[in-house]
């Protein structure tokens, strides 16, 4: 098949023309434009009217939904939140003005963010039976499978909330998930290391609360640093939301077919556990105490470009940034903020600048667009912090559930949805007869 654009995009003439060269004849496809971002050629009616599928493994062509929610520009490293770039969210913004934006497309009036707040400030508890749940968890167990098991769990314990056909059950499940998840994440943590769970205080703001929720003890009193906390709530709003990334496009997956709103989230969970998406800030933080000094960079660098090596800089490259990602330009800032608040310093923050500074001079990362992403930098501010590694993955996934919620309603909502069904290139065995066991 040939293909020949046809002035893709203009409004005078949104069509793409593809020729099939088996049959020599053309299809014309119309041409939709976004109000941002590269035009899409729509295949919709493609398969009914050329009997071919497209073929996308990884989706690096395909536009898989419509969506008001985020835009991502990877060659200018634009990040904007229902038009708001990530920059000025974070400096001037707060996560639950965030939260209010994705999920209703507009900045909150004072009167909107106070109900908000209260609302979700109001749903942090969870069921008390929840809190048995935990102790069918090893004690060691990973607080990711922890906080996917248990989020998975809600649906038995909410069951008021499932019916996603009643918009005002699906506000309840959205509220509750946003709620819920810092207090289930927290008790993942106070699990791992055996002290009593910390219940939510309504006096304190969402990142306050969970940071109380984390490191209080029943025994003391604790008071939340305000730059840690500031620190924290600026962690979440970069995390917020991604357009349709691996665990979002899971979530809307698991939801076109209708499952409840709290087994889509844990499925979203699921998938961001990967080291290639959300793992890679426990990953970026392991690989920087393995590489340990800046005179070990080379070393490491050399691996990262071997072909028979597995080794890759995690917390380096993305599919969609090719240029910078501005969430780890943040970050980085944030970084010296905490570390001035806490008087602390850690050397592997000079190792992690050393790193990116060899890796942005070098032709095999330059050529290959590689940049430091959100992760290179966030697991040394959550260190800083006093979390463990494996706590950072659940932080990650607390701040994108907000986003997965946006999303999943997002599509429900729209009245065109259908279940998602991806087809395939089939390279299996053709049909063939059936082998008895003594004969084969
Ligand atoms: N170190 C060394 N080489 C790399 C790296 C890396 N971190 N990332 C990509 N490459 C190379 C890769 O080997 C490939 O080379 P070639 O073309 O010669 O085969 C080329 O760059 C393109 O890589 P790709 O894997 O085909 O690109 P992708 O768009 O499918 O993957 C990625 C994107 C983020 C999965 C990948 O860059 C990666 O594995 N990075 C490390 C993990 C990481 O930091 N993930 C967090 C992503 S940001 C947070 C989030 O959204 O979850």
Same mark, same amino acid.
């Given at each position: 098949?040939?293909?020949?654009?046809?002035?893709?995009?203009?409004?005078?003439?949104?069509?793409?023309?593809?020729?099939?060269?088996?049959?020599?004849?053309?299809?014309?496809?119309?041409?939709?434009?976004? %109000?941002?971002?590269?035009?899409?050629?729509?295949?919709? =009616?493609?398969?009914?009217?050329?009997?071919?599928? %497209?073929?996308?493994?990884?989706?690096?062509?395909?536009?898989?939904?419509?969506?008001?929610? %985020?835009?991502?520009?990877?060659?200018?490293?634009?990040?904007?939140?229902?038009?708001?770039?990530?920059?000025?969210?974070?400096?001037?913004?707060? #996560?639950?003005?965030?939260?209010?934006?994705?999920?209703?497309?507009?900045?909150?009036?004072?009167?909107?963010?106070?109900?908000?707040?209260?609302?979700?400030?109001?749903?942090?508890?969870?069921?008390?039976?929840?809190?048995?749940?935990?102790?069918?968890?090893?004690?060691?167990?990973?607080?990711?499978?922890?906080?996917?098991? $248990?989020?998975?769990?809600?649906?038995?314990?909410?069951?008021?909330?499932?019916? !996603?056909?009643?918009?005002?059950?699906?506000?309840?499940?959205?509220?509750?998930l946003i709620a819920k998840m810092?207090?289930?994440?927290?008790?993942?943590?106070?699990?791992?290391?055996?002290?009593?769970?910390?219940?939510?205080?309504?006096?304190?703001?969402?990142?306050?609360? #969970?940071?109380?929720?984390?490191?209080?003890?029943?025994?003391?009193?604790?008071?939340?640093?305000? $730059?840690?906390? =500031?620190?924290?709530?600026?962690?979440?709003?970069?995390?917020?939301?991604?357009?349709?990334?691996?665990?979002?496009?899971? $979530?809307?997956?698991?939801?076109?077919?209708?499952?409840?709103?709290?087994?889509?989230?844990?499925?979203?969970?699921?998938?961001?556990?990967?080291?290639?998406?959300?793992?890679?800030?426990?990953?970026?933080?392991?690989?920087?105490?393995?590489?340990?000094?800046?005179?070990?960079?080379?070393?490491?660098?050399?691996?990262?470009?071997?072909?028979?090596?597995?080794?890759?800089?995690?917390?380096?490259?993305?599919?969609?940034?090719?240029?910078?990602?501005?969430?780890?330009?943040?970050?980085?800032?944030?970084?010296?903020?905490?570390?001035?608040?806490?008087?602390?310093?850690?050397?592997?923050?000079?190792?992690?600048?050393?790193?990116?500074? !060899?890796?942005?001079?070098?032709?095999?990362?330059?050529?290959?667009?590689?940049?430091?992403?959100?992760?290179?930098?966030?697991?040394?501010?959550?260190?800083?912090?006093?979390?463990?590694?494996?706590?950072?993955?659940?932080?990650?996934?607390?701040?994108?559930?907000?986003?997965?919620?946006?999303?999943?309603?997002?599509?429900?909502?729209?009245?065109?949805?259908? !279940?998602?069904?991806?087809r395939q290139l089939y390279t299996?065995?053709?049909?063939?007869?059936?082998?008895?066991?003594?004969?084969?």
């Amino acid at each position: 098949m040939s293909k020949e654009a046809s002035s893709a995009g203009t409004p005078a003439n949104n069509t793409f023309t593809l020729t099939d060269n088996r049959s020599g004849k053309a299809y014309t496809l119309p041409v939709l434009k976004g %109000t941002l971002g590269p035009d899409v050629v729509d295949v919709r =009616k493609f398969y009914g009217e050329t009997d071919c599928f %497209t073929f996308d493994p990884g989706f690096t062509s395909t536009g898989s939904c419509e969506s008001k929610i %985020t835009f991502i520009d990877g060659d200018q490293g634009v990040l904007l939140h229902r038009g708001y770039s990530i920059d000025e969210l974070a400096e001037h913004s707060d #996560f639950m003005e965030v939260c209010y934006l994705l999920l209703n497309g507009e900045l909150p009036n004072r009167a909107e963010k106070y109900e908000f707040e209260h609302i979700i400030t109001h749903h942090s508890m969870v069921h008390e039976q929840l809190t048995f749940f935990y102790r069918g968890f090893r004690r060691d167990a990973h607080p990711m499978s922890i906080l996917c098991g $248990v989020t998975g769990a809600m649906a038995a314990f909410y069951g008021d909330s499932l019916d !996603i056909t009643d918009p005002h059950q699906r506000l309840i499940a959205s509220h509750r998930l946003i709620a819920k998840m810092p207090t289930i994440a927290a008790m993942a943590y106070k699990y791992s290391v055996g002290q009593p769970f910390v219940y939510p205080r309504n006096d304190l703001k969402y990142a306050e609360n #969970f940071l109380a929720m984390t490191f209080a003890v029943p025994s003391e009193p604790y008071h939340v640093n305000p $730059v840690v906390a =500031k620190a924290m709530d600026r962690l979440f709003i970069l995390h917020a939301d991604h357009e349709q990334n691996a665990s979002t496009s899971t $979530v809307r997956l698991a939801g076109s077919s209708g499952a409840n709103p709290y087994a889509c989230i844990a499925a979203g969970i699921a998938s961001l556990w990967g080291p290639a998406h959300g793992g890679a800030n426990e990953a970026a933080l392991n690989m920087l105490r393995e590489i340990g000094t800046p005179d070990k960079i080379p070393h490491y660098i050399a691996r990262a470009k071997d072909k028979n090596d597995p080794f890759r800089l995690m917390g380096f490259g993305h599919r969609v940034y090719k240029n910078y990602d501005p969430r780890a330009t943040v970050m980085q800032k944030t970084v010296r903020e905490v570390f001035d608040a806490l008087k602390v310093t850690d050397p592997l923050f000079d190792t992690a600048l050393e790193l990116e500074h !060899i890796a942005l001079n070098d032709p095999y990362f330059v050529d290959k667009k590689l940049c430091p992403n959100v992760d290179f930098y966030s697991g040394i501010i959550l260190s800083a912090i006093g979390f463990p590694t494996t706590m950072f993955t659940v932080l990650f996934a607390l701040a994108r559930t907000v986003g997965w919620v946006a999303q999943w309603n997002e599509m429900i909502s729209d009245p065109n949805q259908k !279940i998602g069904r991806p087809r395939q290139l089939y390279t299996g065995p053709t049909e063939r007869d059936y082998v008895e066991m003594g004969k084969r």
